[in-house]
């Protein structure tokens, strides 16, 4: 399953909305429960928000061998 560039950033969202900061565990649920066609795991919002902290991107970024991260 490939998530798009706007439920990345959207999952980002999830995660810092307002003064509230979410879990994990709360954004899948939350995103799960708006798109029950393409399901992702806690580990997704994990993956996806240290790509974002490491990087300042949530785009698909080339590895030197030609994979992408």
């Known amino acids: 399953m490939v998530?798009?560039?706007r439920q990345r950033i959207e999952i980002l969202i999830l995660?810092?909305?307002g003064h509230?900061?979410?879990s994990q565990a709360e954004?899948?649920?939350l995103?799960?429960?708006k798109y029950p066609e393409n399901q992702?795991?806690?580990g997704t919002v994990s993956k996806i928000f240290h790509k974002f902290e490491?990087?300042?991107t949530v785009q698909d970024l080339?590895?030197?061998d030609g994979h992408v991260l």
Request: charged share 25%.
């Open 3 to 5: 998530l798009s560039e």
């Open 15 to 17: 995660l810092e909305c």
């Open 20 to 22: 509230k900061i979410r």
């Open 27 to 29: 954004v899948c649920a």
């Open 31 to 33: 995103f799960n429960a």
């Open 40 to 42: 992702i795991s806690q």
């Open 54 to 56: 490491e990087h300042g």
């Open 62 to 64: 080339p590895e030197l």
